[in-house]
């Protein structure tokens, strides 16, 4: 069974860095694009970054360009995301999303539940 | 960017009465070399993360209920839950994997009338 638990949320003061974890099983994960999308409280999905199976290409929405780094650790199923220069508007439950296909070009066919980042001083 | 638009932002229907919800593309997202939508929709029931339901506009995914259905190319697409059940209550959100920035659009919200 395909599966996803996020780590790493918290709360942490503006301009501080939390780096998020998402182990995957049930697949072979290096076989897949994986994705972070975050969903502010009561509010809708955005997406954030994406990363091929390889880890050989990375994008990232305007939004968090520059601050955010997403990476793989194919050896030990696992994606990251590394996020500094935290801004309040950045609290938000950041999810991990498993790709249909090892390309960053493709839906997100299994999700994890998610892990909750606040930013507050 | 892509910006995604869905019609209309909430909708109560009868139990086994039709859904339709709309989603609107500013680009299209029909691949050339390949002739598939890039567009999918998911499902997301409060407190879970979502779930795909359909992609490349209408392929359903497997397991779910064939009372969803996608329809669409280019730069207009449609979800229909044909018969609507109360386990369908939930916000429905379309999605471009075109071009990055990979946009959803705001969600649409089904209840039970």
């Known amino acids: 069974e395909v599966h996803m638990l996020e780590s790493g949320g918290g709360l942490v003061q503006p301009g501080g860095s939390l780096r998020l974890s998402c182990l995957g099983s049930g697949f072979t994960f290096n076989n897949y694009a994986m994705n972070w999308v975050r969903q502010a409280p009561g509010k809708g999905l955005e997406w954030i970054s994406s990363?091929?199976?390889?880890?050989?290409?990375?994008f990232y929405a305007d939004s968090v360009k520059g601050r955010f780094t997403i990476s793989r650790d194919n050896s030990m199923n696992t994606l990251y995301l590394q996020m500094n220069s935290l801004r309040a508007e950045d609290t938000a439950e950041y999810l991990c999303?498993?790709?249909?296909?090892?390309?960053?070009?493709?839906?997100?066919?299994?999700w994890g539940q998610g892990t909750l980042v606040t930013v507050s001083s | 960017d892509i910006v995604m638009t869905q019609s209309p932002d909430s909708l109560a229907v009868f139990l086994g009465e039709r859904a339709t919800i709309n989603c609107k593309s500013s680009q299209s997202v029909l691949h050339s070399s390949n002739n598939k939508n890039y567009l999918a929709w998911y499902q997301q029931k409060p407190g879970q993360p979502p779930k795909l339901l359909i992609y490349g506009a209408s392929t359903r995914e497997s397991g779910v209920p064939d009372r969803f259905g996608g329809s669409g190319s280019g730069t207009n697409f449609t979800l229909t839950i044909s018969s609507l059940q109360a386990e369908d209550v939930a916000v429905y959100y379309c999605?471009?994997?075109?071009?990055?920035?990979?946009?959803f659009g705001p969600g649409t919200k089904v209840d039970i009338k």
């Open positions: 999605q471009q994997h075109f071009s990055v920035p990979f946009t």
């Open positions: 999303a498993k790709g249909q296909s090892s390309s960053d070009y493709s839906a997100s066919d299994y």
């Open positions: 990363i091929t199976g390889s880890g050989d290409r990375t």
